[in-house]
């Protein structure tokens, strides 16, 4: 069976590199997550993985650290936000982050992005990061949960 080849042409000016770091694993974490690649920074409140508040993973992940009121807890600032609650909306969610004993990573370190968007399936990789890499400099991780999606 032959598949289909799309052709795509890229102008190296447009090359993303990962803007967080390879990964955010605090000491003791025995869960990593592993996502895709930040949405497109257009879409950030804030300078963290899963940037976008209307993604819902640190709601999920509010709900179970804090449980049923966790819409009063969880820190949600707007773009337009000042530097500040920008900061403290990212210092809460690595203290989530350590309290519930995990650690977040992407799979892509480098990518272009077709029709500057966010999805999965238009992000052409030029580099993965070593989630082998994580792991060994991790040894408490046991667990890998998957957020990404594909066609």
């Known amino acids: 069976m032959i ?15 990962h803007p ?21 920074k257009s879409k950030w409140s804030y300078n963290f993985f899963y940037p976008n ?18 819409r009063t807890q969880l820190l949600k600032p707007r773009r337009q936000d000042n530097q500040s609650s ?4 990212l210092h809460q969610r690595k203290l989530i982050a350590q309290n519930l004993k995990f650690g977040i990573t992407d799979i892509i370190d ?3 992005r077709e029709n500057n968007t966010s999805k999965d399936e238009e992000l052409f ?12 400099a ?14």
Request: net charge positive.
């Open 110 to 112: 480098m990518c272009f």
């Open 53 to 70: 508040t209307t993604n819902k993973f640190w709601d999920t992940m509010a709900e179970i650290y804090w449980g049923g009121n966790w």
């Open 20 to 40: 967080f770091g390879k990964s955010f694993v605090p000491d003791g974490a025995t869960h990593l997550v592993i996502g895709t690649f930040p949405t497109t």
């Open 86 to 89: 920008k900061d403290d909306a």
């Open 138 to 151: 991790n040894p408490s991780i046991k667990f890998l949960l998957l957020t990404g999606k594909s066609k």
């Open 125 to 136: 990789v030029c580099r993965y990061i070593s989630i082998l890499d994580i792991l060994k």
């Open 3 to 17: 598949s289909k080849v799309r052709v795509v042409e890229f102008k190296l000016s447009k090359l993303e590199s």
